[in-house]
């Protein structure tokens, strides 16, 4: 392994490794410690979503012209998308609004790259024996897609507020009350549509380097 990569990989398993220490020494303070989180991510309208947008982007791996881009690792990233992101972003949200301490926002950020890229990277490593040449495209791309995941999926409906975001709420993370699904559709369609543009580009010529 070229020593950039040696010095990345140990500087980002070492971030990890310091995220989990901030989190042992207390998880009181990250919302996925407490089973109010887990209510709010397994409304049905937000599993049946991930089912179909997860499967959406898995099947169509093959047909991208990226040759890392297999059922194995998406399925992965799909999943650990679907269980973190509405959590990661909106503590980057509410750190920037000074909601939140630097070290929640800390480990939120190495939850992010976690789920975005360095499971990816991780993966391709002991697939290829060689660190992927598409660790820097893979960032961005899928830190697109990690962002549109968890606004959709914290968005929220009430009679004094309409249709926003949850993370802005001090309550985050409530559950919903009642079905909210009719009334957010249409605000979902902006993200899905970011996401249905980055495919398609990338089945199209926007492809990863070789």
């Not at 020494?25 to 990250?30: E, G, H, I, Q, V």
């Not at 609004?97 to 993966?123: E, H, N, R, T």
Request: net charge positive.
């Amino acid at each position: 392994m070229p020593l950039f990569f040696k010095i990345y990989t140990f500087s980002w398993i070492t971030a990890c490794l310091f995220a989990v220490y901030l989190y042992v020494r207390n998880r009181s303070l990250y919302e996925f410690s407490h089973r109010r989180y887990w209510l709010f991510l397994f409304k049905p309208w937000k599993v049946i979503v991930f089912i179909f947008a997860g499967s959406v982007l898995t099947l169509i791996g093959p047909y991208t012209g990226d040759y890392t881009w297999d059922y194995y690792d998406t399925s992965l990233m799909a999943i650990l998308t679907f269980i973190t992101a509405p959590w990661a972003v909106g503590i980057v949200y509410r750190f920037w609004d000074g909601k939140v301490l630097i070290k929640q926002a800390f480990v939120a950020f190495c939850v992010w790259m976690v789920s975005a890229s360095w499971a990816y990277d991780l993966y391709m490593y002991f697939r290829q024996g060689q660190y992927p040449l598409t660790w820097l495209s893979n960032i961005v791309l899928s830190s697109v897609l990690y962002l549109c995941a968890g606004l959709v999926w914290n968005l929220d409906y009430s009679r004094e507020k309409g249709v926003f975001l949850s993370f802005t709420d001090d309550n985050w993370p409530a559950v919903s009350k009642g079905l909210v699904f009719h009334k957010i559709f249409l605000a979902m369609i902006p993200y899905a549509l970011v996401v249905i543009v980055l495919c398609a580009l990338i089945i199209h010529g926007l492809h990863f380097p070789r």
